[in-house]
């Protein structure tokens, strides 16, 4: 897995991951959930799935509509609008395919508590876990998600400093560079 630039809120929202694991570059779209085979790597690199599960074309599906699903919900939250009724369907519904309930374990180092899921697969319970942390991102930090505002990036972050426009320095760098380039041209007229 090619690793990806640190976009803020990612480390600690995996939604937000999964939602930018779909974006623009300069040779064009990049989908790092291309194949069944890389959404087990992006799971894994995400610490969010088993190691060593393979999941199959209708995990991916499943993963490409939650992806789908969970952006239209960060883009209503950022425009202050209604998400599509069908967006919180497929939210819904993958958190709910993998009920999870917590579990007593006590062993020789004592009690400890475990979240058990039953039924579901790893690809499930991974699923229902970033749609999970979608539903606890837009209903606590709704405030915080911008969508980054150079032209043509289409990648969402959360809002660590006042001041913060741009997912990335390459993004900014390219926004102050086509302003500095549009400037040097209008003096030069």
Do not use: F
């Not at 930018?20 to 040779?27: E, K």
């Not at 087990?40 to 992806?67: K, M, Q």
């Not at 032209?151 to 809002?159: A, M, N």
């Not at 913060?164 to 320095?169: D, E, G, I, L, P």
């Amino acid at each position: 897995m090619t690793a990806q630039a640190s976009i803020p809120g990612e480390r600690d929202h995996p939604s937000l991951a999964l939602v930018n694991s779909r974006h623009n570059s300069r040779t064009g779209t990049v989908d790092h959930l291309e194949s069944p085979e890389a959404l087990g790597e992006w799971l894994a690199w995400r610490s969010i799935g088993a190691a060593g599960t393979t999941p199959g074309d209708a995990d991916l599906d499943a993963a490409h509509s939650l992806r789908a699903a969970v952006r239209e919900l960060l883009v209503a939250a950022i425009e202050g609008r209604r998400p599509e009724r069908s967006a919180l369907d497929t939210v819904n519904a993958a958190s709910a395919a993998a009920p999870a309930a917590d579990q007593l374990r006590w062993d020789a180092s004592g009690p400890r508590r475990t979240r058990a899921t039953g039924g579901a697969t790893e690809v499930q319970r991974a699923l229902a876990a970033l749609a999970e942390d979608a539903i606890a991102l837009v209903a606590e930090r709704r405030e915080d998600l911008i969508a980054c505002e150079a032209p043509g990036c289409v990648r969402l972050l959360l809002k660590d400093h006042p001041r913060r426009h741009w997912c990335s320095t390459r993004c900014g760098d390219r926004v102050r560079a086509a302003r500095h380039y549009r400037r040097s041209r209008e003096s030069a007229r």
